[in-house]
């Protein structure tokens, strides 16, 4: 039988539209659609009612309305492919899906198609990380790094990460179909990662301490991802953490500061923060 999905329009006011990304995100809704009127999430059809507890739970907090639609998977790409936006970082870099124009006039210029049609809408977080990531080969371009795309999506930043220079990058996601678009991608752009594992930290870990880990997911993963972070990043390894909201940030802050980080800076764009730290 077809899996289905359910799409539940959400009409918000631009400020609280980022914020329900981020909480139903938490929450386990799988992608989402930026719309004029706030935003759409997708989630699989068999937990209808639980998504409407979480989305009428919200609204105790949260001003919106929202409307479900039943949508067959089948119908994704085409939407999709109307409202993927490129994403381009002035003349370092362009991240553009297989039907847009190759882009002249960058350093690189990467093809990413996300497999889970409408992608994340987190253009701000893919974006600050990236740049993060060409300030690292800049302030610190020594040989054999070894990289972590943690919770690695379409890919991106791991592929980014070897392009750039990482001696080695693995990617792990608990997703089957991130690791299956990580894989495609690479290839699309002619890189080569070392290990793409279907799991969790715990499946990664090789034993070989990390020099950098890269993780643009959510605060709760974030959180609670800390100490096994510090155990698998060499002293003095950095992580570079995104996906968190302005409101969460002296949170994770401080608990990174707790689990054995020194924070160096953080960054912003729009309501997200990317924070940057060193092992100690």
Request: charged residues 25%.
């Amino acid at each position: 039988m077809t899996n289905t999905f359910t799409a539940y329009h959400i009409d918000c006011s631009t400020d609280d539209s980022d914020i329900l990304l981020a909480l139903l995100a938490d929450d386990g809704f799988d992608s989402f659609q930026e719309t004029d009127s706030g935003l759409i999430a997708y989630a699989v059809s068999d937990r209808h009612q639980h998504w409407v507890e979480v989305l009428d739970d919200l609204k105790q907090r949260i001003s919106f309305t929202y409307r479900a639609e039943e949508m067959e998977v089948k119908n994704w790409n085409e939407v999709w492919e109307s409202a993927f936006t490129p994403i381009r970082i002035d003349d370092r870099l362009s991240l553009r899906a297989h039907f847009h124009p190759p882009v002249d006039g960058v350093a690189h210029d990467l093809v990413i198609d996300p497999k889970m049609s409408f992608g994340t809408g987190h253009h701000a977080t893919t974006h600050m990380m990236c740049e993060l990531l060409f300030e690292h080969f800049a302030e610190d371009p020594k040989e054999g790094q070894r990289f972590l795309d943690y919770g690695c999506g379409t890919g991106v930043l791991a592929i980014l990460a070897k392009r750039l220079g990482a001696s080695e990058v693995d990617a792990v996601d608990i997703e089957p179909w991130a690791i299956e678009n990580t894989e495609e991608n690479a290839a699309a752009n002619d890189v080569a990662l070392k290990r793409l594992v279907v799991g969790t930290l715990d499946e990664i870990i090789s034993g070989t301490p990390y020099d950098v880990v890269l993780a643009n997911i959510n605060r709760n993963v974030l959180l609670a991802s800390a100490e096994a972070l510090r155990d698998n990043i060499r002293v003095g390894g950095r992580v570079y953490l995104s996906g968190i909201l302005l409101q969460d940030e002296k949170r994770v802050v401080e608990h990174y500061g707790q689990t054995g980080f020194q924070h160096l800076r953080t960054v912003a764009r729009e309501d997200w923060r990317a924070a940057v730290f060193i092992r100690e």
